[in-house]
């Protein structure tokens, strides 16, 4: 004797179809998610090499003003 399929009721249907949905919508989050913290992180780091070298640049001109006085003393004060 075959056996009888069992019938789905529309709002079992409809259940069904939600919760699948809500999966795939919560592993898209989740991916997003992880995707924002790895820009946040890549943010943080460009932010510490701009800084780097603004302070790098800062050294670099105060050098280069020392050694203009230094030239610039010996050069004409004479």
Do not use: Y
């Amino acid at each position: 004797m075959p056996r009888k399929k069992k019938s789905i009721t529309p709002s079992e249907q409809v259940g069904f179809r939600l919760s699948s949905h809500e999966k795939v919508c919560a592993e898209r989050m989740k991916t997003l998610f992880k995707a924002i913290d790895e820009m946040r992180q890549d943010i943080k780091d460009l932010r510490q090499d701009v800084n780097k070298g603004k302070g790098a640049v800062n050294v670099l001109i105060f050098l280069a003003g020392s050694i203009a006085a230094i030239i610039g003393f010996f050069k004409w004060g004479n």
